[in-house]
């Protein structure tokens, strides 16, 4: 079972201690382009790496 650390804050109240996971990237100027011309004229491809989960991944690589 996952057990919790809490800090307490300056009212007296307990904070769980957690931490953010790491950011996704972002896509460049380029990379949005890329996206939307496979999205309007690649369409098959565009569907085949969203479903594969490597869009962002292949809009990245612009």
Not at 5 to 20: A, H, I, N, Q, R
Not at 23 to 32: C, I, M, N, V
Not at 33 to 58: A, I, P
Request: proline share 3%; glycine share 10%; net charge positive.
């Amino acid at each position: 079972m996952l057990q919790l650390t809490y800090s307490v804050g300056k009212d007296g109240m307990l904070y769980p201690d957690m931490e953010m996971g790491a950011q996704p990237e972002t896509l460049s100027k380029y990379g949005w382009m890329r996206k939307r011309f496979l999205k309007e004229h690649q369409n098959g491809l565009y569907t085949s790496l969203l479903t594969e989960g490597t869009l962002d991944k292949h809009c990245r690589q612009i």
